[in-house]
């Protein structure tokens, strides 16, 4: 499966806990976005990455939320002592960057299948 | 922030049907995408336009870039049941390939045969 991967699909935690989701961008694609949904409303950019580095986090909370793509390793969305309004569905997307031979141009963002958490 | 609206927020049609919507925004954008997402699933791409004026089809699937670069609009013709789905329109601003999406809110397509 040559797609973004995310893991869990499904993450139930209880307030106060910590909330770890994980993306796998497609082969090659070097650019990670991280987006959030609520119910039945579009998507709404929290932040995008490149290797090691943040290049535009304007879309997370200022508390509680971090993110990380290390040279090594899928891109990761933390959520420290989560609240039932942070229960929503998270979606990565990856991109080519420039010079990168893979699938799918550099304008587009290619998502995975998302990660629904559920704070009780 | 960013202002994009889509219409219609949802749709019934007959199988069989032609589908318009469209999206709107308060800047100038350089990228538009259209998307569609199943319940439980992430947005699939169906069509990406990077020119003011670009038109393009993917099967049924026809969208255009608007050339005043603030609006674009996805026609879907001869709709079948599995066109069942939210549609999505994004845009980007700057002068860049990369970053940030703008998404509109939606649009639900319902068909029914």
């Known amino acids: 499966n040559a797609g973004v991967m995310q893991n869990p699909r499904h993450l139930v935690r209880r307030r106060g806990q910590e909330a770890r989701l994980r993306c796998s961008p497609m082969?090659?694609?070097?650019?990670v976005y991280w987006y959030r949904q609520l119910p039945e409303e579009g998507l709404k950019f929290m932040v995008y990455?490149?290797?090691?580095?943040?290049?535009?986090e304007s879309g997370m909370p200022k508390e509680r939320f971090s993110a990380e793509f290390p040279k090594e390793g899928p891109s990761i969305l933390r959520i420290q002592q989560v609240v039932r309004g942070d229960s929503a569905a998270y979606f990565c997307?990856?991109?080519?960057?420039?010079?990168?031979?893979?699938?799918?141009?550099?304008?587009?963002?290619?998502f995975g299948p998302g990660t629904r958490l559920l704070v009780l | 922030g960013q202002q994009l609206n889509q219409s219609p927020q949802s749709m019934f049609i007959q199988e069989g049907e032609d589908v318009s919507m469209n999206c709107t925004s308060s800047?100038?954008?350089?990228?538009w995408l259209w998307y569609k997402q199943e319940p439980g699933e992430g947005p699939v791409l169906l069509i990406a336009?990077?020119?003011?004026?670009e038109l393009t089809s993917n099967g049924r699937l026809t969208a255009q870039f608007g050339i005043t670069r603030k609006d674009s609009f996805l026609n879907i013709s001869a709709s079948i049941p599995s066109d069942v789905g939210i549609y999505f329109c994004?845009?980007?601003?700057?002068?860049?390939?990369?970053?940030?999406?703008?998404f509109g809110q939606g649009t639900i397509l319902t068909v029914h045969p």
């Open positions: 997307a990856s991109s080519p960057g420039p010079g990168e031979a893979t699938l799918g141009a550099s304008g587009s963002q290619y």
């Open positions: 082969k090659g694609h070097s650019h």
């Open positions: 990455l490149q290797k090691e580095n943040i290049i535009d």
């Open positions: 800047s100038i954008f350089n990228t």
């Open positions: 336009l990077y020119k003011a004026g």
């Open positions: 994004a845009g980007r601003e700057g002068g860049t390939s990369y970053g940030k999406l703008t």
